[in-house]
T-cell receptor
Framework: GAVVSQHPSRVICKSGTSVKIECRSL??????MFWYRQFPKKSLMLMAT?????????EQGVEKDKFLINHASLTLSTLTVTSAHPEDSSFYIC???????????????FGDGTRLSIL | AQKVTQAQTEISVVEKEDVTLDCVYE???????LFWYKQPPSGELVFLIR??????QNEISGRYSWNFQKSTSSFNFTITASQVVDSAVYFC??????????FGSGTKLNVKP
């Protein structure tokens, strides 16, 4: 069964709306989650690392105030696209890192993604 | 610099042909993981394989096989006797000690009947 639940799977909304995307770890506690963005016909680019109980770490070029990340519990991280505009339309995918171990040894599980369309 | 390079943007083959998708990576870490994912039009990432940097054994799973060569920093993926259902975008990815994933640009595979 699914290890990661990402919701919603698709969102269509008007420009100026704020949109929240949830990423839930279903089978284990996750201190670290990642958020990726994929433009049409492009690769997935890491946006930020979500750390439970602390501030997210953003990749260069990603606007912190635009993409708010909250990781308030060990099973839930949320990405809020604030005041979304058409250029924010994209496919957003989260991934969950199983706790324990280090150095890339933990399995990483991806959500099914959220297709965001801003009109 | 690009950490993962998939030079083939798009490949078209006829059903039953074999096809190899190339992946070249770059890292300074001695411990790292390499992955292949399949992304169908619906968008979700389908995990295919994970390989750690210490295991250079080639792997075969049904019609899929992977060739990992550290000497050339390559991790190529071959589909034998391709089928229409294999049509998708395939991503090669690298995970270093930071656990961040670096994806290649993807190769779109079109398998025609």
């Amino acid at each position: 069964g699914a290890v990661v639940s990402q919701h919603p799977s698709r969102v269509i909304c008007k420009s100026g709306t704020s949109v929240k995307i949830e990423c839930r770890s279903l089978d284990f506690q996750a201190t670290t989650m990642f958020w990726y963005r994929q433009f049409p016909k492009k690769s997935l680019m890491l946006m930020a690392t979500s750390n439970e109980g602390s501030k997210a770490t953003y990749e260069q070029g990603v606007e912190k105030d635009k993409f708010l990340i909250n990781h308030a519990s060990l099973t839930l991280s949320t990405l809020t696209v604030t005041s979304a505009h058409p250029e924010d339309s994209s496919f957003y995918i989260c991934s969950v890192l199983e706790t324990g171990g280090s150095g890339g040894r933990q399995p990483q599980h991806f959500g099914d993604g959220t297709r965001l369309s801003i009109l | 610099a690009q950490k993962v390079t998939q030079a083939q943007t798009e490949i078209s083959v006829v059903e039953k042909e074999d096809v190899t998708l190339d992946c070249v990576y770059e890292t300074r870490d001695t411990t790292y993981y390499l992955f292949w994912y399949k992304q169908p039009p619906s968008g979700e990432l389908v995990f295919l394989i994970r390989r750690n940097s210490f295991d250079e054994q080639n792997e075969i799973s049904g019609r899929y096989s992977w060739n990992f060569q550290k000497s050339t920093s390559s991790f190529n993926f071959t589909i034998t006797a391709s089928q229409v259902v294999d049509s998708a975008v395939y991503f090669c990815a690298l995970s270093e000690t930071s656990n961040k994933f670096y994806f290649g640009s993807g190769t779109k595979l079109n398998v025609k009947p």
